[in-house]
């Protein structure tokens, strides 16, 4: 099983639970984001506080960290740390709320990328629960208050949602990964779903073999 992040002695910011789920959702974003937009968010809890910093010595420490799940998740070896999992005999417990609060802490930052792609149902459906379940185990009694007055009454138990919580993370992960690769390779050849007889992407009114395929 995988374990948590061993912080610095000096480390002053937020615990290991929140750590390892805010360094999940950096990790699930579609597109590429530089740390530094998320990084003050494990120091004061997404408090929008401009004069937050992490030090070199912490960045680097928090960024092996954030590599090392992402390696583990690609090679199907991720489980959710102990200290952070669902049990039935424990229920939610201050880990595991610890671990939702920091994965939603850094979402916002993660989200609008998610909004510009094309997502299948599959995908979205993922996401959906992922972000309900980290919801309830942030505050259960809350979110389904919230639900119920939005109309949302067909939804499954929280206990069913709990125990799926680490596969959700990795679908999430490897379908952000994915869609990154995607992007990527689009860079790299922008005209790669382009015919060399189809007009030019340019506008030119030329065919692309005239055009820019030449």
């Known amino acids: 099983m995988t374990t948590l992040m061993t912080l610095p002695a000096d480390w002053e910011g937020m615990p ?11 990790n699930a974003n579609p597109k590429p984001l530089e740390p530094e937009v998320w990084l003050p968010v494990l120091v004061d809890d997404g408090m929008e506080n401009t004069d937050v910093t992490v030090s070199d010595e912490h960045k680097v420490a928090i960024l092996n ?20 999992a669902w049990s039935e005999a424990e229920g939610v417990h201050e880990g595991l709320q610890h671990f939702a609060e920091g994965f939603l802490s850094v979402w916002p930052h993660i989200e609008p990328a998610w909004a ?32 119920a ?10 206990a069913s949602l709990y125990p799926q919580l680490e596969l959700m993370v990795t679908e999430v992960v490897m379908a952000a990964d994915e869609l990154q690769i ?7 050849n922008p005209y790669k779903d382009t015919g060399r007889n189809d007009p030019c992407p340019c506008e030119s009114g030329k065919k692309f073999k005239q055009c820019c395929g030449k």
């Open 16 to 26: 290991a639970a929140f750590i390892e789920g805010a360094l999940l959702a950096a």
């Open 65 to 84: 960290h954030f590599e090392m799940q992402y390696r583990h998740i690609k090679a199907g070896e991720y489980d959710l740390p102990e200290a952070v």
């Open 116 to 147: 510009d792609q094309p997502l299948s149902d599959g995908t979205m459906n993922m996401l959906s629960a992922l972000i309900t379940t980290l919801m309830l185990a942030m505050n259960e009694e809350e979110t389904l208050a919230q639900m």
């Open 149 to 158: 007055e939005a109309g949302i009454d067909n939804m499954p138990a929280p």
């Open 182 to 188: 995607g992007a990527a390779a689009q860079a790299v």
